[in-house]
Nanobody
Framework: QVQLVESGGGLVQAGGSLRLSCAASGRTFSRHNMSWFRQAPGEEREFVAAISWSGGRTYYADSVKGRFTISRDNAKNTVYLQMNSLKPEDTAVYYC?????????????????WGKGTLVTVSS
């Protein structure tokens, strides 16, 4: 069982930056691949970024590549999403997800654990 709590969301102007954090409970954090998804109003939840259990592999949606960076600190049981050059279309609730170390899941239907999300609003 993994419990996830996101933080760091807020209101930012277009072109600005935010860093999201996701704190995980439990002693098995380092054995989980971690991911970020987002869901805009009226839209389906979509993949944003993922990182392997060791931090050695990262994956990004094309829409955020070059602007967002996912990282993790296994000693702190925390995964981060650094978001730069934010655009109004990045406005969404951002969710942290956790999966076993053998699976990188980009389809939200198959993610094992979810946090409750944190709202990011980008004004134009």
């Amino acid at each position: 069982q993994v419990q996830l709590v996101e933080s760091g969301g807020g209101l930012v102007q277009a072109g600005g930056s935010l860093r999201l954090s996701c704190a995980a409970s439990g002693r098995t954090f380092s054995r989980h691949n971690m991911s970020w998804f987002r869901q805009a109003p009226g839209e389906e939840r979509e993949f944003v970024a993922a990182i392997s259990w060791s931090g050695g592999r990262t994956y990004y949606a094309d829409s955020v590549k070059g602007r967002f960076t996912i990282s993790r600190d296994n000693a702190k049981n925390t995964v981060y999403l650094q978001m730069n050059s934010l655009k109004p279309e990045d406005t969404a609730v951002y969710y942290c997800g956790a999966d076993p170390d053998y699976a990188i899941r980009t389809d939200p239907k198959f993610v094992d654990y979810w946090g409750k999300g944190t709202l990011v609003t980008v004004s134009s």
